[in-house]
């Protein structure tokens, strides 16, 4: 089978919102409202949760001009799409990180474990992708629940060779059902980014 | 297309096709790209499945950038061009239903932007934004004015050749992209950092879209095409036969 080049990427710029949050920069009348503003719908199934952080450069300064997009199951571990999945999770959401804060935020329901391809379950997790000026590929990572038993024989976590990069992974719970998770592109807290 | 089911993991990707992360010409990205090596794994369902979208959820302009933002009626200003072109997979399978956004500035080089501080002016029938969606043969096409290029503070005289921004949401999030299209002959492609952050020449070539006078309207608009290929899924074996062509 012929196997073609994948197109490459490139950076998504200072401008990405023009393009995946018009209204959100104050281009308004073209979309009636920005695509992926909730991850659910009036009547999702599961428990409430937030998940929210920062994002930070090489110098610990927020990235305040970052996109980032949130992927995730229903409550039952079933993806929007998938036979059974809950109808009130679209389970996509982005984000323009806030101009002032770099803080983002997604109000959504705790997602179900899923199978790994080589047997097994993983742990709960949110599936990340950040772009910004000056990244060049966008970075994917996952947020996966401290307070979660599964967390500790997730199968993904168990390849890590790095014990010590696990935390970076970790959203930690705040209280309230707030989860927080710090996103670092350097330093001693580099995030794990993925390559899958 | 294929059953999704008889579809295994994704082709793991292949960096040497894409930019390298720490590139200093390209000055943002020395304190905006990890260090650390990423990490793989074979894809599981969060990546093998993807946001659902509908041709429903779109609007009768939002492919068309001439007039989804100025009063009723009223076009932007610049050369009218199409963009179109098909999406596929590594396989050569068509991508039906991916949603392609795009965005770029107007036929000065102006964005709408409130970051955005360039002399040229703004186009009041101008947004700079449109999304469409694959039909079931993968094939999409943009109405839109030819952007400009433009300046912009890097290096001391860097300026951006003319591009159109897209990002693609295909059938699993593994495909998710952003990229950028330029256009056949540009002198100010060659010179740009942002460019030169793909080092392979071929993966460059591809995203310059070329002159497609086949497809142009005559008295109307030119066209360029620009093909777009998104990761792949491995067949796996079913019966004892491959499956999925």
């Given at each position: 089978?012929?196997d073609?080049?994948?197109?490459?990427?490139?950076?998504?710029?200072?401008?990405?919102?023009?393009?995946c949050?018009p209204?959100f920069?104050?281009?308004?009348g073209?979309?009636?409202e920005?695509l992926?503003?909730?991850?659910?719908?009036?009547?999702?199934?599961?428990?409430?949760?937030?998940?929210t952080?920062?994002?930070?450069?090489?110098?610990?300064?927020?990235?305040?001009?970052?996109?980032?997009?949130?992927?995730?199951p229903d409550?039952?571990?079933?993806f929007?799409?998938?036979?059974?999945?809950?109808?009130?999770?679209?389970?996509?959401?982005?984000?323009?990180c806030?101009?002032?804060?770099g803080?983002f935020?997604?109000?959504?329901?705790?997602?179900?474990?899923?199978?790994?391809?080589?047997?097994?379950?993983?742990?709960?997790h949110?599936?990340?992708?950040?772009?910004?000026?000056?990244?060049?590929?966008?970075l994917?990572?996952?947020?996966?629940?401290?307070?979660?038993?599964?967390?500790?024989?997730?199968p993904?976590?168990?390849?890590?060779?790095?014990?010590?990069?696990?935390?970076?992974?970790?959203?930690?719970p705040?209280?309230?059902?707030?989860?927080?998770?710090?996103i670092?592109?350097?330093?001693?807290?580099?995030?794990?980014?993925?390559?899958v | 297309?294929?059953?999704?089911a008889?579809?295994?993991s994704?082709?793991?990707?292949?960096r040497?096709n894409?930019p390298?992360?720490?590139?200093?010409?390209?000055?943002?990205?020395?304190?905006?790209?990890?260090?650390?090596a990423?990490?793989?794994?074979?894809?599981?369902?969060?990546?093998?499945?993807?946001?659902?979208f509908?041709?429903?959820d779109?609007?009768?302009?939002?492919?068309?950038?001439?007039y989804?933002?100025g009063?009723?009626?009223?076009?932007?200003?610049?050369p009218?061009?199409?963009?179109?072109?098909?999406?596929?997979?590594?396989?050569?399978?068509?991508v039906?239903?991916?949603?392609?956004?795009i965005w770029q500035?107007?036929?000065?080089?102006?964005?709408?932007?409130?970051?955005?501080?360039?002399?040229?002016?703004?186009?009041?029938?101008?947004?700079?934004c449109?999304?469409?969606?694959?039909?079931?043969?993968g094939?999409?096409?943009f109405?839109?004015?030819?952007?400009?290029?433009?300046?912009?503070?890097?290096?001391?005289?860097?300026?951006?050749p003319?591009?159109i921004?897209?990002?693609?949401?295909?059938?699993?999030f593994?495909?998710?992209?952003?990229?950028q299209?330029?256009f056949?002959?540009?002198?100010?492609?060659?010179?740009?950092?942002?460019?030169?952050?793909?080092?392979?020449?071929?993966?460059?070539?591809r995203?310059?879209a070329?002159l497609?006078?086949?497809r142009?309207?005559?008295?109307?608009?030119?066209a360029y095409?620009?093909?777009?290929?998104?990761?792949?899924?491995?067949?796996?074996?079913?019966?004892?036969?491959?499956?999925?062509?």
């Amino acid at each position: 089978m012929i196997d073609y080049a994948e197109t490459a990427s490139q950076t998504a710029g200072p401008y990405v919102h023009i393009g995946c949050t018009p209204n959100f920069t104050g281009i308004d009348g073209v979309y009636p409202e920005d695509l992926g503003l909730r991850m659910i719908e009036t009547g999702a199934k599961g428990d409430r949760i937030t998940l929210t952080g920062v994002i930070h450069d090489g110098n610990g300064t927020p990235m305040r001009d970052a996109m980032i997009e949130a992927w995730q199951p229903d409550a039952a571990g079933r993806f929007a799409g998938q036979d059974g999945a809950d109808p009130a999770v679209p389970g996509f959401a982005r984000c323009a990180c806030d101009p002032q804060t770099g803080r983002f935020q997604f109000d959504t329901v705790k997602p179900g474990a899923v199978p790994f391809p080589t047997g097994g379950l993983q742990a709960p997790h949110i599936t990340l992708w950040i772009v910004a000026r000056g990244i060049n590929l966008g970075l994917h990572t996952r947020a996966y629940f401290a307070d979660d038993p599964m967390t500790q024989s997730d199968p993904v976590l168990a390849r890590i060779e790095h014990k010590s990069r696990i935390q970076t992974l970790l959203a930690q719970p705040k209280g309230d059902r707030v989860y927080e998770m710090n996103i670092w592109l350097q330093g001693p807290d580099e995030t794990i980014f993925f390559d899958v | 297309m294929p059953d999704e089911a008889k579809l295994g993991s994704y082709a793991a990707r292949l960096r040497e096709n894409h930019p390298v992360a720490l590139h200093p010409p390209y000055r943002t990205s020395v304190k905006r790209s990890p260090t650390y090596a990423p990490i793989s794994f074979p894809s599981s369902p969060s990546e093998e499945y993807g946001p659902v979208f509908g041709h429903a959820d779109l609007g009768s302009l939002d492919h068309d950038l001439l007039y989804n933002f100025g009063e009723a009626g009223a076009s932007a200003i610049g050369p009218r061009i199409i963009v179109h072109g098909r999406v596929q997979d590594q396989f050569g399978r068509p991508v039906a239903g991916a949603l392609l956004e795009i965005w770029q500035a107007n036929a000065g080089g102006r964005y709408r932007h409130a970051r955005e501080g360039y002399i040229a002016p703004l186009d009041p029938n101008f947004g700079g934004c449109g999304r469409v969606i694959t039909a079931p043969d993968g094939t999409y096409e943009f109405r839109t004015v030819m952007p400009g290029p433009y300046p912009w503070p890097n290096g001391p005289n860097d300026w951006r050749p003319a591009h159109i921004h897209f990002s693609v949401l295909g059938a699993g999030f593994a495909q998710r992209l952003i990229t950028q299209m330029y256009f056949e002959g540009d002198p100010l492609i060659p010179l740009c950092p942002i460019v030169r952050t793909i080092h392979d020449a071929g993966a460059v070539e591809r995203l310059i879209a070329p002159l497609d006078m086949a497809r142009t309207v005559p008295m109307d608009a030119r066209a360029y095409r620009f093909d777009i290929t998104l990761r792949g899924r491995r067949q796996t074996m079913f019966e004892n036969r491959m499956e999925g062509l």
